[in-house]
């Protein structure tokens, strides 16, 4: 059910490295689901250095807020603008239009830690339960 | 965690695949496919809301009218069966132990819709008083009964409501719909037009199943909740509770000084006469970010309040919220701060019906 592609983490972010050390991150189905409909992120600046797991912003729906963790070390490249401008198209469509920033990487092997589809997909069913 | 109460329609909402949540104790649906949809659905068209949660209990008996103006700030006495009328039950210093429809039903039964949380309080400051008033019964009817609100510009277009679409603005009826005797008001808690119908727990599903087929959209709390805050209706709990006035919830218009002697007055005569210290506002956001229950309010560097209320607002497409302020920075216009993420944001006093203008606001409805 979650792509094949990208690596997740408990807090239900994925990751994607698109080529070398570059990647996107957003979050995942399972996550825009439980929020309901974004409606505003609060995300860091473009350049910004970040740490694996660290807190680097804020999701908010019409009813909840809920931090955003970096699923790696890096950079931030780029903050997916088209989602500052609409958040709802996180709901819409979390692994495509909807990510949410650009990483590169500083750290690669990192991503190796986090959990690949399969085992998100378990917990996502776990969690349903 | 103490087990959440569970409404009739409980098994409906999770056959609907709501998402579930607590609600002042209970297990209500939160949004059925989401807030925003269902708030505009309830905005443009019709929908239909769980509202059992909210108390039930019947007043009756010769001396029910001389009870209730004991107990509530507006007196019953001048209803007419058939009619209604929001008001409060306050303390003995004025301070609000809720807000309450009452209907009167006949010249000696009333019945009284109030919010879910503080019920056993409220039943037992009733069971206090009526002691006063010996041939009055206190019925508690909430778990035998459950309660729908079905809310929207075309609710009058349904077919199952055409039989009560002649009821004016706070009138209410006992009939029939489908198989079920109801109690049907023309009430609700959105700011839209809208009926709320009381009827056996039993048959509740089956007449909820009947005006969705009708073309009444399910809503969930999250949606409730929004357009509430929207209409600038008060939450109890939240922007109002015992430790809150009327005057300075700017509810003075629930509460009547002319007439009679009930629970607080004496207090409120005193509060009114001073002039209130604060008052509670509604504010926009004037940037896109949200305000927050709990957020604190800036002016010049120096906290004046706290959100009580803050979130989005689908129809006016931006954050919005109710919070009090010192009475001298109430006015619409004046240029405050929300503190959001450690960060003063700017926010405007605004017309609390923010709406105002696009739709009717509730006191003035007839």
Redesign the interface.
């Known amino acids: 059910m979650n792509p094949k592609e990208n690596r997740y983490t408990t807090e239900h972010e994925w990751i994607r490295v698109d080529s070398g050390n570059t990647s996107k991150i957003g979050i995942t189905d399972y996550a825009q689901s439980a929020l309901g409909d974004i409606v505003y992120l609060d995300l860091p600046e473009q350049g910004t250095e970040v740490r694996q797991s660290q807190k680097i912003g804020e999701i908010e729906s019409v009813k909840a807020v809920t931090d955003l963790y970096s699923p790696a070390s890096g950079r931030i490249l780029e903050v997916n603008q088209a989602v500052v401008n609409e958040p709802n198209l996180v709901n819409e469509d979390p692994y495509g239009k909807g990510w949410i920033m650009m990483l590169e990487l500083s750290n690669p092997t990192e991503i190796n830690a986090l959990m690949s589809s399969d085992d998100y997909d378990k917990l996502v069913i776990e969690l349903g339960k | 965690m103490k087990e959440l109460k569970k409404t009739a329609l409980n098994q409906l909402h999770h056959e609907l695949k709501a ?1 579930m949540g607590d609600f002042a104790g209970w297990e209500m649906p ?2 059925y496919v ?4 269902e708030h505009n659905k309830v905005r443009s068209s019709i929908g239909i809301f769980d509202v059992s949660d909210m108390g039930r209990v019947e007043v009756i008996g010769k001396h029910a009218s001389a009870f209730l103006d004991k107990l509530l700030t507006k007196p019953v006495a001048k209803l007419e069966p058939g009619s209604s009328q929001l008001c409060l039950m306050c303390l003995e210093d004025g301070g609000i132990l809720d807000d309450l429809f009452v209907y009167r039903i006949g010249n000696e039964r009333y019945l009284i819709v109030w919010n879910a949380d503080n019920t056993k309080r409220k039943l037992d400051w009733l069971q206090h008083w009526a002691i006063e008033y010996p041939d009055v019964i206190i019925k508690d009817v909430s778990n035998t009964t459950g309660m729908l609100a079905v809310q929207g510009p075309k609710v009058s277009e349904l077919d199952t409501l055409k039989c009560v679409a002649h009821l004016s603005r706070f009138s209410h009826t006992e009939t029939e719909i489908g198989n079920a005797k109801v109690f049907v008001a023309r009430t609700g808690y959105t700011g839209e037009d809208g009926f709320e119908i009381i009827t056996d727990a039993v048959g509740i599903e089956d007449l909820w199943r009947l005006l969705m087929q009708n073309g009444a959209a399910p809503c969930g709390i ?1 949606a409730r909740d ?1 357009l509430r805050l929207e209409a600038g209706m008060a939450l109890y709990g939240q922007d109002i509770d015992t430790s809150t006035n009327p005057y300075e919830a700017g509810l003075g218009y629930l509460v009547n000084l002319n007439d009679g002697n009930f629970i607080g007055k004496q207090a409120l005569l005193i509060i009114k006469n001073n002039g209130v210290q604060r008052k509670l506002v509604g504010f926009r956001m004037l940037s ?3 305000a ?1 229950r709990g957020y604190k309010i800036m002016k010049d560097d120096r906290k004046i309040g706290t959100v009580t209320s803050g ?2 607002a ?1 129809t006016i497409g931006s ?1 919005i919220g109710l919070g009090y302020v010192p009475a001298g920075l109430a006015d619409i216009g004046t240029d405050i701060e929300i503190v959001i ?1 450690n960060c003063p944001v700017k926010a405007r006093v605004d017309n609390r019906r923010f709406l105002l203008g696009e739709i009717e606001n509730e006191p003035k409805r007839k």
Not at chain 2, 34 to 37: C, K, L, N, W, Y
């Open positions: 998402k939160i949004w989401s807030i925003i949809e999250g929004s896109r970010e949200i927050r979130g989005y689908p954050g993420r």
